[in-house]
C-alpha cells in the first residue's frame, strides 16, 4: 500500500536518521545502483525515460500535480475503472524477493488475500519475504544471490547498502530499456502513470534496470499534537528562538511534559531546513556544498544543543512509545516521514497538526527538503525469456494499479465482505481479517511495484483535505536534491559509513557528549574519507562528462 510503510522500518527511527545525515547524500545514488562506468553520467542523460500518461480513474476530490502534490479523495470513489482487462499471468509459478516492516505475512496455504491474489493475477506468485530483522534484506539478498538460484523478480532497496550492483544488474538481471523507454511502456499503462522523478532512480549507466517503486514526493514531516500548543497560540512561530521560549513555557518536567521525541539527528534536520539548509547538497555555478559544510546546518546543531540544555527533549533516549505520549499531550512533536505520517493519521486520534518551516533567524530563507519519489526498483532476472519478462511487467503493471481502480481496491484492501466492510458513505472498513492478511501482504507487494501515493482517510476527510493544504504550502518552499538522478561510485562505497560517523557525532554533540566542534573534526574526516571524491564525481556527472 502507498500509504502504509512503516516509521519504525524503512523510514523510521534509525531510518530516518540515516536518510537525513548519510542517505540524503546517497539516496539515489544506491537506489540506482551508484557505481558508474566511465561514460555512465553521459549515457544516462541521453537515455529516454518512460513517456508519462496520467492513468484515467476516478478524479481526486482535491488534485495533485507534478510538483509532488498528492491527489486527495475525502470519500473513496463509487465508480471504479478496470486498469487490468485479464489476469497478467500465464499460469506459471512466478518467484519474488522483497521486505516487510510490519507483521509477517501469513502463510500462502492460510491466507485468503494471497490465494486471491494468485488468482487474479492469473499465477501463483510465491514470496520470499525477509523481515527487518538479524542480518535484514542484504544478508539475505546476498545469499540468495549466491545461491544461483535467483528469483524472477527482485526488490533493489534504495539505503541499504548493496554492493557491486552494476555489475550484478549486467551479469544476472535484463536491461529493461527496451520494454520502458520513450513510448513502449504505454503496454504497461499503470506503469507509464509512475512519475518521471521515480523512474530517475532505476537508470544506471544508461539503461533502466528495473520497474521504480513509487512513493511520494514528500519528505519528513514536523507533526504536532494541536492541542498540546493551544496554551501558547498554537504551533506557529517567528524564529527559532520564538520556537524555543514557547517549549521552555509548555514544558513541565515534574508532569512529564515534555516538547519533543528524543530523536536528536532528525530534529536537527529540521532545524536546518528553519535555517535554510540544502537539501544534502547545493549546486553553485557547477559546484556542490554539502549541507554538512554550511553555516545553516551548523547553526541548527548549535539550536539543537540550547534545546537539549533547555530540557526540551523526552529524557529517555531510548523512548519507544512516542505515539503513545503524543496522543496523551505528554509529547508535543514528532519527526515522520509522509508516507508515515498518512499511517499514524488513520491509526491514531488526536488533533494532528504540521509545524511548516519558518525563518530560523532575521534573513534566513527556509526551506523544505523534498524526497525522491521512489523506494527503489525490482528488476527481473536473466533467466526470463523475452515471453516472459513481459508477462512479469504485465504483473508488475498490475501491482501499480492507481487509486480508483478494481485493482487497487483490492491490493490495499483485499476481499470485501472477508477483510473489509463498506461504511453507510462508502468508506473502507478493515476487518480483524483484514488486518491480519490484507494489510500485512500488501506491504511486501508494494516493495515490488506500487501505485503513486494518494490521500485517502476513511472516516477523516477533513483532515485529508487539512493534509492537502499543508503539502501545498511545504511545497512552496520545497528543494530537492541536486544530485537526484546523478551517479557516485564513491557513494555506494562509503557514504553509509562516513555518513553514520557524522551521524553518530551529531547525537553525541545534541546529547553533550561532545563540544560543537568535534563536528567540524568529524566534517574533515567526511571529506577526506570519501565527501570530497563524492563531490567530484557528482560534479562530473551533472556536467555530463
Keep these: 500500500m502507498s500509504t502504509n510503510l512503516s516509521r519504525r522500518g524503512f523510514m523510521g527511527a534509525a531510518g530516518i536518521a540515516g536518510l537525513t545525515v548519510a542517505g540524503l547524500s546517497s539516496l539515489t545514488a544506491c537506489g540506482s545502483g551508484a557505481t558508474v562506468s566511465k561514460g555512465g553520467a553521459k549515457a544516462s542523460a541521453k537515455l529516454k525515460l518512460p513517456t508519462y500518461v496520467a492513468a484515467q480513474t476516478a478524479p481526486a476530490d482535491l488534485a495533485g500535480n507534478a510538483a ?141 534496470r528495473g520497474v521504480a517503486v513509487a512513493y511520494g514526493s514528500m519528505g519528513q514531516v514536523y507533526v504536532v499534537n494541536q492541542d498540546f500548543w493551544k496554551p501558547v497560540g498554537g504551533a506557529e512561530f517567528t524564529s527559532a528562538e520564538d520556537f524555543l521560549a514557547k517549549g521552555k513555557e509548555l514544558l513541565d518536567a515534574k508532569r512529564n511534559k515534555y516538547v519533543l521525541e528524543p530523536a536528536y539527528v532528525n530534529h536537527v534536520g529540521q532545524f536546518a531546513q528553519w535555517f535554510g539548509a540544502p537539501a544534502a547538497w547545493r549546486l553553485e555555478d557547477g559546484k556542490l556544498t554539502h549541507m554538512y559544510e554550511t553555516e545553516e546546518y551548523q547553526e541548527a546543531l548549535a539550536f539543537a544543543v540550547k534545546v537539549r540544555k533547555a530540557g526540551l527533549f523526552w529524557p529517555d533516549p531510548n523512548l519507544s512509545t512516542t505515539m503513545e505520549k503524543v496522543v496523551q499531550g505528554s509529547l508535543g512533536a514528532y519527526v515522520q516521514s509522509f508516507p508515515s505520517f498518512l499511517t499514524d493519521v488513520k491509526t491514531y486520534d ?126 512552496k518552499l520545497g528543494k530537492a536534491n541536486p544530485t537526484s538522478g546523478h551517479f557516485s561510485d564513491t557513494s555506494t562505497k562509503k557514504s553509509a559509513s562516513i555518513g553514520t560517523a557524522v551521524s553518530d557525532t551529531v547525537l553525541d554533540v545534541v546529547a553533550g557528549r561532545k563540544p560543537v566542534s568535534a563536528f567540524q573534526d568529524q566534517v574533515k574526516k567526511w571529506r577526506s574519507g570519501g565527501g570530497d571524491q563524492m563531490r567530484a564525481e557528482y560534479e562530473a556527472s551533472i556536467a555530463g562528462k
Design 350 to 475: 488526536f488533533p494532528f497538526g504540521v509545524i511548516v518551516p519558518f525563518a530560523g533567524k532575521a534573513g534566513a530563507t527556509p526551506s523544505y527538503t523534498l524526497g525522491y519519489g521512489s523506494v527503489g526498483y525490482t528488476a527481473i532476472c536473466k533467466k526470463a525469456d523475452t515471453k516472459r519478462v513481459e508477462m512479469l511487467l504485465r504483473v508488475l503493471d498490475y501491482l501499480a494499479a492507481p487509486f480508483g481502480t478494481e485493482e487497487r481496491l483490492f491490493l490495499d484492501n483485499g476481499i470485501e465482505g472477508t477483510h473489509y466492510t463498506r461504511t453507510s458513505n462508502g468508506d473502507i472498513k478493515l476487518t480483524a481479517k483484514g488486518n491480519a492478511e490484507a494489510v500485512t501482504t500488501a506491504m511486501p507487494l508494494a516493495f515490488l511495484a506500487n501505485t503513486p501515493e494518494y490521500i485517502y482517510l476513511p472516516g477523516k476527510s477533513e483532515l485529508a483535505s487539512k493534509i492537502h493544504g499543508w503539502q501545498e504550502e511545504l511545497l
Design 68 to 208: 509532488g502534490l498528492d491527489a486527495t479523495y475525502l470519500r473513496y470513489p463509487k465508480k471504479l475503472t478496470k486498469s487490468v482487462a485479464k489476469a497478467p499471468g500465464d499460469g506459471s509459478r512466478i518467484t519474488a524477493l522483497t521486505e516487510t516492516f510490519t507483521t509477517p505475512a501469513p502463510a500462502q496455504g492460510k491466507n485468503a488475500y494471497w490465494q486471491e491474489l494468485n488468482k487474479r493475477l492469473g499465477s501463483q506468485f510465491d514470496m520470499t519475504i525477509v523481515v527487518e530483522e538479524g542480518a535484514g534484506y542484504p544478508g539475505k539478498f546476498n545469499a540468495i544471490v549466491a545461491s544461483g538460484d535467483i528469483p524472477d523478480l527482485v526488490w533493489f532497496p534504495p539505503n541499504q547498502g548493496l554492493q557491486h550492483v552494476p555489475e550484478l544488474l549486467d551479469a544476472k538481471f535484463h536491461d529493461l530499456t527496451p520494454h520502458l523507454s520513450g513510448d513502449a511502456v504505454q503496454k504497461y499503462p499503470n506503469l507509464a502513470n509512475l512519475p518521471t522523478t521515480a523512474w530517475k532512480t532505476a537508470v544506471i549507466n544508461g539503461k533502466i
